[in-house]
């Protein structure tokens, strides 16, 4: 079965330093999402591309973050210039339709602790 | 923006009873509303959903109900067996607000054997 796959698993970093989040999305979907778990918190979302741009960000999704679609099957998060409250929980979505119309499919997430 | 609150946030039944998990919305223009299930170490998976022009969905074991005047919708699951211990999320999507979800706190759900 087609999954979503995320690299790392789990990444430490120091505050300041750059971190890139990798994503493989299911080959024939065209929309893509991050959304991020604070520990005991709401997933919340971050931001979501289609045909190549952003479609729509958060609040949360400032200056810092940035999102890429590198060479067709990966989908990266750059985040760069950790802070301690970046520490979280960080998933990678797909789907073939928009979230209104069909089902997100999501990876196993990679978590990000910033000391 | 749309605000998703969810209850409770832990339920402890044993097995073969019934779990109501509630969430209610604040965006009355909301009308896509998805659960998902989240196993310990995985990314969460949807199990059921249900959309504005629908009161009640089923599948199987587990059904959801949709109150839009209350703005609120439930998840039932019945006969609960083991490996239904899990986290579950409900979700609302508002199609005037672009292509996002916004997640209720998620309930823990402890089946016991």
């Known amino acids: 079965e087609p999954e979503v796959t995320q690299t790392p698993s789990h990444q430490v970093t120091q505050m300041g330093q750059e971190v890139i989040l990798r994503c493989v999305p299911i080959?024939?979907?065209?929309?893509f999402y991050w959304y991020r778990q604070i520990l005991g918190q709401k997933v919340e979302f971050l931001v979501s591309?289609?045909?190549?741009?952003?479609?729509?960000k958060s609040e949360i999704f400032d200056d810092q973050f940035s999102v890429e679609r590198p060479d067709g099957s990966n989908f990266t998060l750059k985040i760069r210039s950790t802070k301690l409250e970046d520490s979280a929980m960080y998933f990678c979505?797909?789907?073939?339709?928009?979230?209104?119309?069909?089902?997100?499919?999501f990876g196993e997430g990679s978590r990000l602790t910033v000391l | 923006g749309e605000n998703v609150e969810q209850h409770p946030s832990t339920l402890s039944v044993q097995e073969g009873d019934s779990a109501v998990i509630k969430c209610t919305y604040s965006?009355?223009?909301?009308?896509?509303f998805p659960w998902y299930k989240q196993e310990l170490g995985k990314g969460p998976q949807l199990i059921i959903d249900i959309r504005s022009n629908v009161g009640e969905k089923k599948d199987q074991r587990i059904a959801v109900t949709l109150n839009k005047t209350a703005k609120h919708f439930s998840l039932h699951i019945t006969e609960t067996q083991p490996e239904d211990s899990a986290v579950y999320f409900c979700a609302a999507h508002d199609n005037n607000a672009g292509n996002m979800l916004t997640f209720g706190g998620g309930t823990r759900l402890m089946v016991k054997p």
């Open positions: 965006d009355s223009a909301s009308n896509y």
């Open positions: 080959s024939n979907h065209l929309y």
């Open positions: 979505a797909s789907s073939v339709h928009d979230s209104n119309t069909g089902e997100l499919f």
């Open positions: 591309f289609y045909n190549n741009e952003i479609s729509e």
